[in-house]
């Protein structure tokens, strides 16, 4: 054989196996695509569940400190416990705060309503109330 032919014969084998090279990147190439697509979606889906997750946790954490601070309250709170009133103290207070039930405040007035048994008076107003204390 000629160094003709078989630099010819080498050549077409280089030139087929190249072609065999360009195809096996292509293929390597779409299979990474694929691959990268699919990477993308679960990278995507992740980040999906990972806000969800975050959001749970918020709403969580939240709830968590809501509960706490109500827990809390009710067990920081002092025990009311009923501050004994001398008898002449007592009258001399109801007798100060009747003399100027203008200046008393609608709880106030509420309450002396309550005690002296005014029905309704849950719905009345201050000007009401005070009418009704009055009679």
């Given at each position: 054989m000629s160094k003709k032919k078989k630099a010819k014969k080498s050549i077409k084998a280089a030139t087929?196996?190249?072609a065999k090279a360009r195809t096996?990147?292509?293929d390597a190439?779409?299979?990474v695509r694929k691959l990268d697509k699919k990477t993308r979606r679960k990278a995507e889906r992740?980040?999906?569940e990972l806000k969800d997750a975050e959001r749970s946790a918020r709403k969580?954490?939240?709830l968590a400190d809501e509960t706490d601070a109500e827990f809390t309250n009710v067990r920081r709170q002092p025990p009311v416990e009923a501050i004994p009133v001398p008898p002449e103290a007592a009258s001399a207070s109801a007798s100060a705060s009747e003399a100027t039930p203008a200046t008393a405040n609608y709880r106030e007035l509420r309450e002396r309503a309550r005690s002296k048994?005014?029905?309704?008076y849950s719905r009345m107003d201050k000007a009401t109330l005070l009418a009704a204390l009055e009679t």
């Open positions: 087929k196996a190249l096996a990147v292509d190439r779409l299979a992740l980040r999906r969580a954490l939240r048994g005014i029905t309704g």
